[in-house]
């Protein structure tokens, strides 16, 4: 459970955050970037094994960080530890060796260390590191489902001449996951000193070079920019991806495709969706509101699938420009909403 995150002002860390946790004494750090107007990132271990469960982090004036516990117990703190505590934490050892950064880059990551890597480590190179994506299922509820996990595959590993980044090439990665690496010990640097954290995790929101399921012409609904309540599904099968957009249970809720055309015209636009049985058959049609480029187009009508693992296909020809459009299903004022819609 995180508390308050600040940036760090000093040393080889500057500008990155550190996040303190209620529940354990530590702190994370958190390298950030912008990737196509996503700020993104990848989360390390920093410090653990503090007195008691950090609620307030903040850096001196001398550059320190001093953390600040819970004062509570139960839930919010660490059996065997003090209730309480204010520490000052300042880097000790000079030659500690760490992920410094996580970049994403088309077909990969780059991952810049504070020292170069050893021999031993660029020979086994692509070996060196495990990884995994997964999701999570947003919900009402505090935290939601790691669901889709998956081992993925380092393809090709190179090391730069200074050999303090290493650039893995990994298949299958995907938008809206989160990717974790870890590099097993011995991981050391040139100097001898094994890497301090060997985990990172990374939120992938946006993947540069990213080809959509677009190419075969559909695009996933779990994909589309969420509006409102609007979550990601996949408790009900048959469905295409990753999932399907689900939650549209109150007013607002919706998604917006981003969708190309390669010329102006006139397109059927297929929308595959589930509508599931309710008890009163004058309710069983529901209605949404479609939008093209902003465009209100008043309602579109799902008939009922019969079950909400039963799929069907609503179509309607749209105007469409040459090149960027947006298309939006959304759940408003005098629309029944309630659909799943997959692509
Ligand atoms: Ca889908």
Redesign the pocket.
């Known amino acids: 459970s995180p508390s308050n995150p600040v940036v760090l002002t000093e040393g080889v860390f500057a500008g990155q955050l550190a996040i303190g946790d209620v529940t354990y004494g530590g702190l994370q750090r958190a390298y950030l970037e912008d990737v196509a107007g996503q700020e993104q990132g990848a989360v390390f271990r920093m410090t653990q094994g503090l007195e008691s469960g950090v609620s307030r982090t903040s850096v001196g004036p001398d550059g320190a960080i001093y953390v600040g516990g819970t004062g509570e117990g139960g839930n919010w703190g660490e059996s065997g530890k003090l209730r309480f505590g204010l520490q000052k934490l300042v880097p000790v050892n000079e030659d500690s060796f760490d992920m410094k950064e996580m970049r994403v880059v088309e077909g990969g990551f780059e991952i810049e260390y504070t020292d170069p890597v050893s021999d031993e480590v660029v020979e086994k190179l692509a070996d060196a590191y495990q990884v995994k994506q997964w999701r999570y299922v947003p919900t009402q509820q505090y935290g939601g489902p790691k669901v889709d996990e998956e081992p993925l595959f380092v393809t090709d590993a190179t090391v730069s001449e200074d050999r303090t980044t290493v650039t893995l090439k990994i298949d299958g990665l995907k938008p809206g996951h989160v990717v974790y690496i870890r590099s097993p010990r011995p991981f050391a640097s040139a100097d001898g000193a094994e890497l301090l954290s060997t985990e990172a995790w990374y939120t992938l929101n946006s993947l540069p070079g990213y080809v959509a399921p677009a190419d075969r012409g559909w695009y ?3 994909l589309a920019q969420p509006l409102g309540s609007s979550s990601i599904g996949s408790d009900h099968s048959n ?6 957009a689900a939650g549209m249970t109150n007013v607002g809720a919706g998604r917006t495709f981003s969708v190309t055309a390669p010329e102006a015209g006139t397109y059927a636009v297929n929308v595959r969706y589930a509508n599931g049985t309710h008890p009163y058959p004058d309710l069983r049609s529901k209605r949404v509101s479609l939008y093209v480029n902003g465009e209100d187009l008043g309602q579109w009508t799902f008939p009922t699938t019969g079950s909400w693992k039963d799929w069907g296909v609503q179509t309607r020809d749209l105007e469409l420009q040459a090149g960027a459009n947006t298309i939006t299903l959304k759940y408003e004022d005098g629309d029944e909403g309630n659909i799943n819609i ?2």
């Open positions: 996933e609904a779990e469905y295409s991806g990753s999932g399907f997959d692509v």
